[in-house]
């Protein structure tokens, strides 16, 4: 059985950076295709990062390109997002979550469609904010 959990959001200043992890169960993490999503109040929820392990491509939205990257750590079955550069606008709730291979659709049009999604966390709330 699948299962995500998010942890190591929180309080940050604008400029900090942060951690989150993904635990995983039920996944080869050399396989994983995994997405990292958003949702702020009153606002849809952005596909922000976005990776297929299977073929290496990967999408980023613009509003990370730069401050994101994405690692993962295969014994402790987790994947790690790290964003720097903080700024009050990335407030929201960060979620990840995977798909079955094989996708039906480019990893940049998976990323922009979160219905597609298979198996989701339940979230960690991060705000930026002095």
């Known amino acids: 059985q699948v299962q995500l959990v998010e942890s190591g959001g929180g309080l940050v200043q604008p400029g900090g950076s942060l951690r989150l992890s993904c635990a995983t169960s039920?996944?080869?993490?050399?396989?994983?295709?995994i997405g990292w999503f958003r949702q702020a109040p009153a606002k849809e929820s952005e596909g922000i990062s976005c990776?297929?392990?299977?073929?290496?491509?990967?999408h980023s939205a613009d509003s990370v390109k730069g401050r994101l990257t994405i690692s993962r750590d295969n014994a402790k079955n987790a994947v790690y997002m790290h964003m720097n550069s903080l700024k009050p606008e990335d407030t929201a709730v960060y979620y990840c979550?995977?798909?079955?291979?094989?996708?039906?659709?480019?990893?940049?049009?998976?990323?922009?469609?979160?219905?597609?999604?298979?198996?989701w966390g339940q979230g960690t709330q991060v705000t930026v904010s002095s």
């Open positions: 039920g996944l080869t993490l050399d396989k994983i295709i």
């Open positions: 979550a995977t798909v079955h291979p094989p996708l039906v659709q480019t990893i940049a049009t998976m990323c922009k469609w979160p219905h597609l999604w298979d198996h």
């Open positions: 990776i297929n392990n299977n073929d290496g491509n990967t």
